[in-house]
């Protein structure tokens, strides 16, 4: 391999696990920009996504397509269950009191999904393993079909975002909630439906992200934080940031993890943010007169 | 049309509102004017479902109407045009009256189509610029939009929280007219205003808010000449 292949091939790894990050990344910041609240759990429902697929194929033999977006609608429940139970009785309380809550249900989730699974790293069987070589450079089609998948995704939601009822409707609430209640938005409908949209972009991580990181109780633990990170570096509350920030991180990390060690790839991808944070402290796309 | 009795609202311990009563009939554009921190938006924010009175009642067309979210209030067809116009700064002028037209009841792109036109018309400047962000307005084409916004759900009952607040004179005018046209055409009014002259001027009848009571009720003509108001709101 030459350098300028080892250089491309580092780069696109890092893509691949950047848009890994930028999905439960997405989420999160959705969260707080609307309910003003950092879910700590966001890498359980992520980690839970992985696992969900893996119970699917195994226990009930289904392939791995058909298991995707069923994995997905079970962490849109489990986030539906999750705010009806606690992440409602959390808006407008103090970011301490939702950080130690979240934490707690996330704790919770990693234990419970421990009792269920063992903390074996456990394996998704994904069709998409094969390799492909282009001028040198290997990716699997796996990765391949990540990278796609979440850059539609993006695409759709900006889509919905910036043209549909509801994106509107979002938006209304994100930037005034007086102002959305009186204009005739049900403020608490925008609530739910945004943490099950950010609990279902998690959910989707897992069984994009499984088959290549192996799957077990506690890799929701790092991810989450390496998230709230690039939630942070992009600025709270800001999508393009977090997908800027997930792309960082990964790119980051990946380029770390070839040239210096691998085992330094999370103090690399920590040092980098902590930069950008000493550069720009409002966020990587804020904009100097804010 | 709206008949409020005996309504209470604290913030915490902090006694905003006591006692209030407060009628307005059909077709009525009614003013109420007190000192700043008296109660005004309290009140309009309460009879919108923002805040929860501690007792008392809101009843509308002869429905209770108390405690009521805001926007099951706005479905009902009352409507704030709050203080500080409160619009949505970093979406496009269009956005902000689609968000306005949310909840009319007739959903037809039909009426849509026919509502942007009146206000529009109404309010030339917010054609020219309906595709910018409304933070680029200045303050009185904010409350242009505000206005708008609010009348995009064909309301049955528009209240106003300080209209004339930060606006030049001339705009305050242009403003002031504006509702008294509306009033005209038939659309019922509440006009909050520290400018109590003007209020009272352009009102049928008026109350005077005093710490949160209801210290005096008249037409706005009798109130304009009643020596209490004239020493505290007129500065006569």
């Known amino acids: 391999m030459s350098g300028l292949q080892v250089f491309i091939q580092q780069l696109l790894n890092g893509l691949v696990i950047g848009s890994g990050y930028i999905l439960i990344a997405t989420g999160l910041t959705m969260v707080f920009g609307i309910l003003e609240i950092i879910n700590m759990a966001?890498?359980?429902?992520?980690?839970?996504?992985?696992?969900?697929?893996y119970a699917l194929i195994n226990a009930f033999g289904m392939s791995y397509f058909t298991a995707i977006p069923i994995a997905v609608v079970l962490g849109l429940l489990l986030g539906m269950v999750l705010y009806k139970t606690t992440i409602k009785r959390l808006i407008g309380k103090d970011h301490l009191t939702t950080l130690l809550v979240t934490f707690a249900v996330s704790t919770l989730l990693m234990n419970l999904a421990q009792l269920i699974w063992g903390s074996t790293p456990r394996n998704i069987p994904s069709p998409l393993q094969t390799a492909v070589e282009v001028g040198g450079i290997y990716l699997t089609w796996q990765k391949i079909v990540m990278v796609f998948a979440v850059v539609v995704i993006i695409a759709v939601m900006a889509l919905v975002i910036n043209k549909t009822m509801a994106g509107k409707m979002i938006r209304a609430c994100s930037e005034n909630k007086f102002a959305a209640g009186i204009v005739g938005i049900n403020v608490n409908k925008v609530y739910l439906g945004t943490f099950i949209l950010g609990c279902s972009l998690g959910a989707l991580a897992g069984p994009l992200l499984g088959p290549i990181t192996y799957v077990f109780p506690s890799m929701g633990q790092a991810i989450g934080i390496k998230a709230f990170v690039i939630v942070i570096v992009g600025g709270l509350g800001n999508i393009p940031g977090a997908i800027a920030g997930g792309v960082v991180l990964g790119i980051a990390e990946s380029l770390g993890a070839g040239y210096i060690s691998a085992e330094w790839k999370d103090l690399i991808g920590y040092l980098v943010l902590i930069i950008v944070l000493m550069i720009k402290p409002k966020g990587l796309l804020s904009k100097e007169e804010m | 049309m709206l008949v409020v009795k005996d309504l209470s609202t604290y913030y915490g311990n902090v006694r905003a509102l006591e006692g209030v009563n407060f009628t307005i009939n059909d077709g009525e554009l009614v003013s109420l004017i007190g000192?700043?921190?008296a109660g005004k938006s309290t009140f309009l924010k309460t009879i919108m479902g923002v805040l929860k009175?501690?007792?008392?009642?809101?009843?509308?067309?002869?429905?209770?109407?108390?405690?009521?979210?805001?926007?099951?209030i706005v479905e009902k067809g009352i409507v704030l045009v709050p203080e500080g116009r409160e619009l949505f700064g970093e979406m496009t002028i269009l956005e902000n009256l689609e968000l306005g037209f949310f909840k009319n009841k007739n959903k037809e792109q039909g009426n849509y189509k026919k509502l942007l036109a009146q206000m529009y018309k109404l309010f030339p400047?917010?054609?020219e610029r309906k595709s910018k962000k409304a933070?680029?307005?200045?303050?009185?084409?904010?409350?242009?939009l505000a206005i708008a916004r609010g009348l995009m759900s064909e309301p049955k009952l528009l209240m106003f929280d300080e209209p004339s607040l930060g606006l030049s004179p001339v705009l305050i005018k242009t403003v002031m007219d504006t509702i008294k046209t509306l009033n005209n055409n038939g659309l019922t009014i509440i006009l909050v205003e520290q400018n109590a002259k003007m209020a009272l001027k352009l009102a049928h009848r008026g109350y005077v808010l005093e710490t949160g009571e209801i210290v005096l009720t008249a037409s706005g003509e009798a109130l304009l000449n009643n020596e209490q108001v004239k020493q505290a709101y007129l500065g006569i």
């Open chain 1, 42 to 53: 966001q890498g359980e429902i992520f980690m839970l996504g992985a696992f969900f697929t």
């Open chain 2, 35 to 37: 000192a700043n921190g």
């Open chain 2, 53 to 72: 009175p501690v007792h008392g009642s809101i009843a509308y067309n002869n429905e209770e109407i108390t405690g009521l979210p805001p926007h099951v």
């Open chain 2, 125 to 127: 400047i917010l054609e």
């Open chain 2, 135 to 144: 933070r680029t307005l200045s303050g009185g084409q904010q409350q242009m």
